[in-house]
T-cell receptor
Framework: GENVEQHPSTLSVQEGDSAVIKCTYSDSASNYFPWYKQELGKRPQLIIDIRSNVGEKKDQRIAVTLNKTAKHFSLHITETQPEDSAVYFCAARRAGNMLTFGGGTRLMVKP | NAGVMQNPRHLVRRRGQEARLRCSPMKGHSHVYWYRQLPEEGLKFMVYLQKENIIDESGMPKERFSAEFPKEGPSILRIQQVVRGDSAAYFC?????????????FGSGTRLTVV
């Protein structure tokens, strides 16, 4: 089955700096890659996603890039703010509408 | 649209009791997924269900755990004879019936504590 690796597991940045989280996947048939943000004690919430026919997608301060050849995708957050502090999960979808999640990255934005 | 509804939000059970967790998917969603999250850890897939069908239960422990999604009513995750190691947050998610779909929508989770 699909295997998704996520790095780093923790990331600390200064407010205003950029943050990058990287994921790799194993199943070349995966075609959908969402990112979720989970604040402490809350549910995971979808923040951005990308499909395999697109190389990059941007939404205000967040962007996701996808390299299908290398089977990796990344989340980029620019001008980080304290409210960006949370755990971020990448995921990849294989056949049958299943999502496989990475292990998560705890992002801490220091004011 | 009320979103994915899970109840109870918090559940305390003594060792050996049964826990029943309920999940009502978003309106129009017919696919339900259950995930378990231990403190400070990631989302571990448990089971994927459609109405009256278990599609994939590869993440379910072989004993004590079962799940159903009946024709009428919510999906139920049932844990029999709970042990301390079952303490975790259990999240349900739902998605629309088509293959070309977006991400899952998660419920607020049920936090199970076994004492």
């Amino acid at each position: 089955g699909e295997n998704v690796e996520q790095h780093p597991s923790t990331l600390s940045v200064q407010e205003g700096d950029s943050a990058v989280i990287k994921c790799t996947y194993s199943d070349s048939a995966s075609n959908y890659f969402p990112w979720y943000k989970q604040e402490l004690g809350k549910r995971p919430q979808l923040i951005i996603d990308i499909r395999s026919n697109v190389g990059e997608k941007k939404d205000q301060r967040i962007a996701v890039t996808l390299n299908k050849t290398a089977k990796h995708f990344s989340l980029h957050i620019t001008e980080t703010q304290p409210e960006d502090s949370a755990v971020y999960f990448c995921a990849a979808r294989r056949a049958g509408n299943m999502l496989t999640f990475g292990g998560g990255t705890r992002l801490m934005v220091k004011p | 649209n009320a979103g994915v509804m899970q109840n109870p939000r918090h559940l305390v059970r003594r060792r050996g009791q049964e826990a029943r967790l309920r999940c009502s998917p978003m309106k129009g969603h017919s696919h339900v997924y259950w995930y378990r999250q231990l403190p400070e850890e990631g989302l571990k897939f448990m089971v994927y269900l459609q109405k009256e069908n278990i599609i994939d239960e590869s993440g379910m422990p072989k004993e004590r755990f079962s799940a159903e999604f009946p024709k009428e009513g919510p999906s139920i995750l049932r844990i029999q004879q709970v042990v301390r190691g079952d303490s975790a947050a259990y999240f349900c998610a739902s998605s629309p019936p088509t293959r070309e779909t977006g991400g899952y929508t998660f419920g607020s989770g049920t936090r199970l504590t076994v004492v």
